[in-house]
């Protein structure tokens, strides 16, 4: 996840100091790592320094002054444009699940065991995360569908590996002699 | 946990083709298991074998102390309408029926009266949340809708074991959810047993462990998360 553009996208409902963030950005993607607060002030004064925020305020409290920031208007078109452009879809296949399939046949192993064990891990995730969904908050809710998703694609893409298997395994045979 | 379902080394073939190679296969009471595999791995004929529905060429299953593969057709039918409540993936509700008739169908033909038959319907399709169409017909309800009261029809006999062949094959992403929401909190909540075969993970995920069959033989199983 591209922090900066998390942190405007926060920023786009109103100034909010640096604590404020953290919390709101552990509410709103809650299956996500959480923010350090170290990192939330290192990308505020990234987004100062590129104009993309400023600060608003500064609020006494019990200990030092909080510093408020918000959006600029170079910061709302930056906000604009990162919202309104789509991702490339999966530029890469980095996956570790795929490395780990491809490097499993070179060596010889059994794939099929490395699919099923990994089909079976899968699965247990999507268990934990259907029951998140069923009792948790909205926003979790909403990252548990979002993860859900992606689990199925992976598992459906191990069950179609599976099937192919057998000629996969013929193939890398002939470029291993 | 006690075993509620037990198939041991299922075999079933369909002329020269072999559906079902040798399948062992132990459900406890009040589990809910998802049987996955691609299409053609056996598993809509081991869950048709399951509920009697079915004879094997060898192997047995018991259900809770009765041998299913070796009993009477009259015993299996008394079994599926007291004990086993089935649920297909297109509800297969009698269309010129009302909601609340199709699910009091499996009472009345277990000779309970009418009234009583007709309460224990409404009480039920209440319970699915489809109460205030109980006196549509099907053709009047949408997919979700009719696979809810398809839901009740199986459940309204109270059995100890419920099998559903795809039982949101038919239905969109939302659904599905609210179908198996549905069939896995009354199930929970009732200790019955669910053996639902599907091909959407999603769904399986409301199980408490998957059996993977592949051409016909147990492949991978996953356990309590």
């Known amino acids: 996840m591209s922090t900066p553009d998390a942190v405007l996208g926060l920023l786009q409902r109103g100034p909010r100091h640096g604590y404020d963030l953290k919390r709101e950005h552990d509410t709103r993607f809650p299956l996500a790592k959480p923010l350090a607060f170290s990192q939330v002030y290192a990308t505020l004064g990234r987004l100062q320094r590129d104009g993309l925020a400023e600060v608003t305020e500064q609020q006494p409290g019990d200990g030092p002054e909080r510093t408020v920031y918000g959006l600029t208007a170079k910061g709302r078109r930056r906000l604009d444009d990162w919202v309104g452009e789509p991702e490339p879809p999966a530029p890469h296949v980095a996956n570790v699940l795929f490395t780990k399939l491809v490097v499993a046949l070179l060596g010889g192993a059994d794939g099929g065991r490395y699919l099923d064990v990994q089909r079976s891990a899968h699965l247990a995730r999507m268990r934990e995360l259907t029951a998140v969904r069923r009792v948790g908050a909205p926003a979790e809710a909403l990252a548990a569908d979002y993860a859900l998703f992606h689990l199925e694609a992976d598992v459906r893409w191990l069950e179609t590996t599976l099937q192919r298997l057998p000629s996969l395994a013929a193939t890398l045979e002939e470029v291993r002699a | ?225």
């Open chain 2, 1 to 225: 946990m006690t075993a509620l379902l037990e198939a041991r080394r299922l075999v079933k073939s369909f002329g020269a083709t072999p559906a079902l190679r040798g399948v062992d296969l132990t459900v406890e009471a009040g589990e809910v298991v998802a049987v996955l595999g691609a299409s053609g791995s056996g598993k809509s004929t081991l869950l048709h074998c399951l509920a009697g529905l079915t004879r094997p060429d060898a192997g047995e299953v018991h259900l809770d102390g009765t041998r299913l593969d070796t009993a009477t057709d009259r015993e299996r039918t008394r079994l599926r309408r007291t004990a086993i409540g089935v649920v297909f993936q297109y509800g297969q509700l009698v269309p010129e029926l009302t909601a609340q008739e199709n699910v009091a169908l499996p009472l009345l033909l277990g000779r309970r009266g009418k009234q009583e038959a007709l309460a224990a319907a409404k009480t039920w399709l209440d319970r699915l949340g489809v109460g205030e169409q109980r006196d549509q017909r099907p053709g009047q309800l949408s997919g979700g809708q009719q696979q809810r009261v398809a839901l009740a029809r199986a459940l309204v006999t109270e059995p100890r074991l419920v099998v559903a062949d795809e039982p949101t094959g038919a239905l969109d992403s939302i659904a599905a959810e609210q179908v198996m929401e549905l069939l896995s909190g009354v199930a929970r909540a009732s200790g019955t047993t669910v053996v639902l075969v599907t091909h959407d993970l999603r769904v399986a995920s409301y199980a408490d462990r998957e059996v993977v069959l592949r051409d016909g033989v147990v492949s991978g199983a996953g356990v309590l998360a």
